[in-house]
């Protein structure tokens, strides 16, 4: 081995800079070239690839985004857009692949690995929707966003007496919305992965307001959807002032935390590691903060649940 490739694919996420410089720094540091891969499999297909050196990744660990760019690429799914990729990697002389992203890039990734290209993974997403670790890259600094909007959203909600429902990101997976409800002190969460009594939330409601609560703050994930008929139900049943904010891509980006650099750092290292012992076809992970690697297939096909520790936690510290 002796140029390892990098590329970001798929959804953008904090902490996944942390990750590239990680990887480029530790493989020159055991005298290994690196080539960056720009705008995930896209570039690959298109060779929009170039070596990195020690500066090259200066300057990126406290920024969000990805300073390689990211992209989706159907063409990457195909026979022959996959042949190409492989391809342009030969040409560039690359000899193995670390690719940071979320499953759907893994997938990618894990075809590499079967068609015997050394290849690693990196889990970057902000939903924390990889069941085979306990954190990705990006949750920690969406979740400190979302917190940081609740506070804001609770002072116009106590001044008011309004119920704000918030939508935060996660299609499949509820994490942001519960782990950011149990942070925000939140009223309700409500995840795609549990149904959600509606008359219940409404009980609760007025059940706060007849004791005086000020604030009534509703954590959504945006896979259960439809914030603002869940907004009109809760007006008619509660005769509150019913708001819904959305956070949107405010929650995707910005600064990361200290904890989504010292992930991306430690996995981007790790991945390096791993291709020296010559391992491949795994995706890193963090699990009891010890770095962990499993085969693509094993993390993929394992089935995400909520916590449900959390999820009574968080309702029993509402009422
Ligand atoms: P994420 O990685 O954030 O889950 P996507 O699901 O959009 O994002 O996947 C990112 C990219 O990974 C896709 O646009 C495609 O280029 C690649 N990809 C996804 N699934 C496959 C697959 N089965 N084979 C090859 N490439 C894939």
Redesign the pocket.
Same mark, same amino acid.
């Given at each position: 081995m002796k140029k390892i490739g990098v590329l970001t !694919? @798929? @959804?953008d996420a904090p902490g996944m800079n942390a990750a590239i410089r990680a990887v480029v720094r530790t493989a020159i540091y055991h005298g290994f070239e690196v080539a960056g891969v720009y705008r $995930?499999?896209?570039g690959l297909i298109e060779g929009d690839i170039e070596n990195l050196n020690i500066t090259s990744v200066g300057d990126i660990i406290h920024r969000g985004g990805t300073m390689l760019r990211t992209?989706?690429?159907?063409d #990457?799914?195909t026979d022959e857009g996959?042949n190409k990729g492989l391809q342009m990697l030969r040409m560039f002389k690359v000899d193995s692949l670390v690719v940071i $992203? @979320?499953? @759907? !890039? #893994?997938? $990618?990734a894990k075809?590499l690995a079967e068609a015997g290209f050394p290849t690693i993974g990196i889990p970057g997403?902000i939903d924390n929707d990889l069941a085979y670790t306990d954190y990705t890259l990006g949750f920690d600094t969406a979740l400190t966003t979302v917190v940081s909007a609740i506070g804001n959203i609770r002072d116009t909600s106590s001044s008011h007496g309004t119920v704000n429902i918030i939508e935060v990101m996660g299609r499949n997976c509820g994490d942001i919305a519960l782990y950011g409800g149990l942070a925000g002190g939140a009223e309700a969460v409500i995840i795609p992965e549990l149904d959600t009594d509606v008359d219940e939330l409404c009980r609760t409601i007025i059940r706060g307001k007849k004791r005086g609560k000020l604030h009534s703050i509703i954590l959504l994930a945006e896979g259960v959807g439809k914030p603002y008929e869940l907004a009109e139900q809760i007006k008619s049943k509660t005769s509150s002032d019913v708001k819904v904010s959305v956070i949107g891509y405010l929650q995707r980006g910005g600064t990361p935390t200290p904890n989504d650099r010292i992930l991306g750092s430690r996995m981007g290292a790790h991945a390096v590691e791993l291709l020296m012992e010559g391992q491949y076809g795994k995706a890193v992970g963090i699990k009891g903060n010890q770095m962990i690697a499993l085969d693509f297939d094993e993390a993929l096909n394992m089935k995400k649940d909520y916590d449900k520790g959390i999820y009574e936690l968080a309702r029993i510290l509402a009422i």
């Open positions: !694919s @798929g @959804g $995930g499999y896209q992209a989706r690429c159907l #990457f799914k996959f $992203g @979320g499953d @759907g !890039s #893994f997938n $990618g075809r997403t």
